[in-house]
């Protein structure tokens, strides 16, 4: 018996390793009607592609990529007329494993994204941190 033991946690501890030193972050969401709340991480840092993998408060999975797209601030009005200054942002398009799917823009920070997209029909608020 201890000897399928110490396979098992070993195994885990090197998941959780890799995990750690990848450079992902904690990722949380929560969909505006069906109040589902959202947890999981990212598989690298705010500033670089990546992927998303996420749990409902329903257990439902919900993971994919996301990568750095520019933001242009195209719609906003810098003070003085002065031109707004570019920015980083990133795109997320998400699976879930009952069959929704969207996609999530976010504007990174310097040290967190925040979000909103669509997934499914409904409206999706995520917080990378």
Aim: glycine content about 16%.
């Amino acid at each position: 018996m201890k000897s399928s033991v110490l396979p098992a946690a070993l195994a885990a501890s090197l998941v959780l390793a890799a995990c750690a030193g990848s450079g992902g972050t904690s990722v949380s969401g929560r969909s505006l009607h069906t109040l589902e709340s959202f947890t999981g991480f990212s598989t690298h840092g705010i500033d670089e592609d990546g992927a998303l993998v996420l749990t409902s408060s329903t257990g439902t999975r919900c993971d994919g990529p996301y990568r750095q797209v520019e933001e242009d601030h195209g719609g906003e009005i810098a003070p003085d007329g002065a031109q707004p200054q570019a920015g980083r942002a990133g795109v997320a398009t998400l699976t879930c494993g009952d069959g929704r799917t969207g996609q999530i823009r976010f504007v990174v920070g310097r040290t967190s994204a925040v979000g909103t997209g669509m997934i499914g029909p409904d409206i999706f608020m995520l917080t990378i941190d």
